[in-house]
């Protein structure tokens, strides 16, 4: 089964069930209306970074407190500031849906979540090919939000990639991105080669690795 037919399954909550051939045709239909529909954009600026001794994290004007992050980050001496979003047009195929059919909406965000992680993904293997032209090696996506990375640095990461202009994300006051269907992320860069899955730590068989996040 594609990737993202399994990760939509997933998000869908089967865990290790297989989905109806009902369902099947229903995420096979939405993954059709989102290549159709979704406008995907990504922006990205790459920081030089330092770690305090008392556990700061300092990236340009951004000063970062979360033991997680700094576990996943040490050893790394820049870092990729990214966002991404899957457009206005993703939320108007979900919102149109939800008005006739909550069954099919419900499957359109699953399917839009996975489309998402794969544009993601994309973006991240491209990022990483030019910087490891560099010397330098990606770690896994980290999202405010994740482990005890606050979700309010979602602000001053978007206002660092100025992400209003450049894909068209804002913030509303309560923190829900808008278009919906959109991420920001840090991602370590260091000249250590620690061959980190794209998949992320969750899928990556190093037990042992001191940056797991
Ligand atoms: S656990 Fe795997 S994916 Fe996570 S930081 Fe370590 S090597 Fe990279």
Same mark, same amino acid.
């Given at each position: 089964?594609?990737?993202? *037919?399994?990760?939509a399954v997933r998000y869908l909550g089967y865990?290790?069930?297989?989905a109806?051939?009902?369902t099947?045709? $229903?995420i /096979?239909?939405? +993954?059709?209306?989102?290549?159709? #529909?979704?406008? =995907?954009?990504?922006?990205?600026?790459? +920081?030089?970074?330092?770690?305090?001794?008392?556990?700061? @994290?300092?990236?340009?004007?951004?000063? *970062?407190?979360?033991?997680?992050?700094?576990?996943?980050?040490?050893?790394?001496?820049?870092?990729?500031?990214?966002?991404?979003? !899957?457009?206005?047009?993703?939320?108007? !195929? @979900?919102?149109?849906?939800?008005?006739?059919?909550?069954?099919?909406?419900v499957i359109?965000q699953a399917c839009?979540?996975?489309? !998402?992680?794969?544009?993601?993904?994309?973006?991240? *293997?491209? #990022?990483?090919?030019?910087?490891?032209?560099? /010397?330098?090696? $990606?770690? =896994?996506? +980290?999202?405010?939000?994740?482990?005890?990375?606050? @979700?309010?640095?979602?602000?001053?990461?978007?206002?660092? !990639?100025?992400?209003? %202009?450049? *894909?068209?994300?804002?913030?509303?006051?309560?923190?829900?991105?808008?278009?919906? %269907?959109?991420?920001?992320?840090?991602? /370590?860069?260091? =000249?250590?080669?620690?061959?980190?899955? #794209?998949?992320?730590?969750?899928?990556?068989?190093?037990?042992?690795?001191?940056?797991?996040?």
């Open positions: 089964m594609e990737k993202r *037919i399994k990760e865990g290790r069930n297989a109806d051939e009902t099947l045709a $229903l /096979g239909d939405a +993954f059709a209306d989102l290549e159709r #529909i979704a406008a =995907p954009k990504s922006v990205c600026r790459i +920081f030089d970074m330092e770690q305090t001794e008392d556990g700061r @994290i300092i990236v340009g004007n951004m000063e *970062i407190k979360s033991t997680s992050l700094s576990r996943n980050l040490k050893g790394c001496v820049k870092v990729v500031l990214f966002g991404a979003t !899957l457009g206005a047009g993703t939320d108007r !195929l @979900i919102m149109r849906a939800s008005v006739a059919d909550m069954a099919k909406a359109i839009a979540a996975a489309f !998402l992680e794969e544009y993601c993904d994309e973006e991240q *293997i491209r #990022i990483g090919s030019e910087l490891e032209k560099q /010397g330098l090696y $990606l770690r =896994p996506r +980290f999202s405010p939000g994740y482990g005890d990375f606050d @979700i309010g640095y979602q602000e001053p990461l978007m206002r660092m !990639l100025d992400c209003a %202009k450049s *894909i068209g994300l804002t913030l509303t006051d309560s923190f829900m991105m808008t278009p919906t %269907k959109s991420v920001t992320a840090l991602i /370590g860069a260091s =000249p250590v080669k620690e061959r980190c899955p #794209i998949a992320g730590c969750e899928a990556c068989g190093k037990t042992d690795c001191e940056y797991r996040r």
